[in-house]
């Protein structure tokens, strides 16, 4: 770990609305808004199953499913206050079952008003390089939703049918420079406050708080018509499509067309075969 990070201190202010103001080095000052809602999409994911240690004593070791992968945040980056150029978009993403924390829930049903209730607890955070066991800066999100949904996704992975997986989470001690009142369409850089304890990036602050939508896309099939209605007065809107060939009966017309000539060559050759035997017998 590097000294220089050790020591590098940022000088930050809470607000009374959970809001940031961060003073640079060069005396200019930015605000912070606390980004409560966020979305993520899954660009790799695969299981991993591995024996987690008993919590009581006498208990047996019991096998955890995890779904491990890559996730990339919707078209905005990470990173931590004071900070700028340490910045990622995609993460690495861990999934498992597991509840929401009731005292979690209860703490942020108090804080805010929302309309989605948790599928699952989510934690975001930032490892950072340590030569001394040779990992690299690392982002990474952590998610729990119920035991039904790993199942359904550890299925739809084993078949190949999985296409697409989205989450949206709602996060704590999680900013953005985007005004509250900002239109939805506005996506601002996320950022992590440094830690509270020394106000140092060398270990921000994690964002924590759950999964409130979830969505995965399984195989596609395309329903459309392949011809139109002649018979319906709106078939010059409709879109036109062409059926794929046939690619058996491509083949049957193929083998078809070679039958039919091998024939016509069996009786020009059956033909001037009679005609050599009948010259023969008349010598």
């Known amino acids: ?4 990070n050790e020591t590098m201190v940022v000088e930050v202010v ?40 008993p919590e009581q004593k006498g208990d047996q070791p019991r096998l955890v499913t995890q779904l491990r992968g890559e996730a990339c945040l919707d078209d905005y980056d990470i ?54 066991i040779g990992n690299q800066d690392e982002w990474w999100l952590s998610c729990q939703l119920p035991d039904h949904t790993i199942t359904a996704l550890r299925d ?20 953005t420079t985007d005004h509250p009142l900002a239109p939805a369409s506005s996506k601002s850089h996320l950022y992590l406050r440094p830690s509270r304890s020394g106000k140092s990036i060398e270990w921000p602050e994690m964002a924590y708080g759950y999964v409130i939508q979830f969505a995965m896309e399984l195989s596609r099939v395309d329903m459309r018509p392949v011809e139109l209605d002649q018979d319906n007065p709106d078939h010059d809107h409709m879109e036109v499509r062409k059926a794929p060939p046939d690619q058996v009966a491509l083949a049957l017309g193929v083998l078809t067309d070679s039958v039919l000539s091998l024939r016509s060559t069996l009786k020009w050759v059956g033909g001037i075969a009679v005609a050599c035997l009948v010259v023969l017998a008349l010598k």
Request: proline share 3%; charged share 30%.
């Open 14 to 53: 809470e607000g009374k609305s959970g809001e940031l103001e961060h003073t640079a080095a060069d005396g200019k000052k930015r605000t912070y808004y606390p980004s409560y809602q966020n979305w993520v999409e899954l660009e790799e994911l695969g299981v991993w199953q591995h024996l987690r240690e």
């Open 79 to 132: 990173s931590v206050i004071g900070e700028p150029d340490n910045k990622a978009r995609r993460l690495r993403f861990t999934l498992e079952a597991g509840d929401v924390d009731p005292a979690l829930a209860e703490s942020d049903s108090r804080s805010r008003i929302s309309l989605s209730k948790p599928l699952g607890g989510a934690r975001l955070g930032f490892s950072r390089a340590d030569w001394e």
């Open 1 to 4: 770990m590097g000294d220089e």
């Open 156 to 175: 739809a992975i084993a078949a190949g049918r999985l296409r697409t997986v989205k989450l949206g989470v709602r996060m704590q001690d999680l900013y």
